[in-house]
């Protein structure tokens, strides 16, 4: 079962095809995205990756957590859902 993984504190060059080759040293990579802004189009300095299984995904975490790429410490672990309710956020930010 493939395994998706939340990369965090990337440099704002970095691109999809990039972190695909990164995180291909350590198995199957099924996709790489990079998320952005928008309006601006461009990163937000985070992406996610799936992996083909979970075996690789812990060894990509393992290996790439704290590594140093293009200046930045990268942030890696797995990823977790977001609420499917849009409304949970609203609803809890009252002031």
Not at 38 to 62: L, P, R, V, Y
């Amino acid at each position: 079962m493939s395994k998706k993984i939340y990369v965090g504190n990337m440099s704002y060059s970095s691109d999809e095809s990039s972190l695909s080759d990164l995180f291909s040293q350590y198995g199957e990579v099924l996709s790489a995205k990079v998320i952005v802004d928008q309006f601006t189009g461009k990163s937000k300095g985070f992406a996610f990756i799936e992996m083909s299984n979970e075996d690789e995904a812990i060894a990509a975490i393992n290996a790439l957590n704290g590594k140093e790429v293009n200046g930045r410490q990268l942030k890696v672990n797995e990823a977790v859902d977001k609420p499917k309710n849009n409304n949970f956020r609203r609803n809890n930010n009252r002031y």
